[in-house]
């Protein structure tokens, strides 16, 4: 898998061995579209940036810039994203 985006607000990004990322692998408007992936944070394209805040957290700007991901960092079925991330955050 190759990833590319962004996303921000992200704590402690910078200070990651790792993060799920997840990525569009389906058609746009498809709940099942969407997969889960495990991310090294030494990846090679992968970057932060700082998002400067009075707060004792640090939130960062997360950039993925062609990020390839072995196939065995799918976390779950390709497709299955949305479904793990409603078990997760309910």
Known sequence: YV???AKM???G??????????ARTGAPGDRGGISCFIVDGNAKGL???PIPVIRSYAPYELHLDQVEVP???LLGKEGGGFQLCEKWLV
């Open 13 to 22: 990004a910078a200070s990651a061995d790792w993060g799920l990322v997840f």
């Open 3 to 5: 990833l590319n985006g």
């Open 71 to 73: 196939v065995e960092n």
């Open 9 to 11: 607000w992200i704590t």
């Open 47 to 49: 970057s932060t940036k």
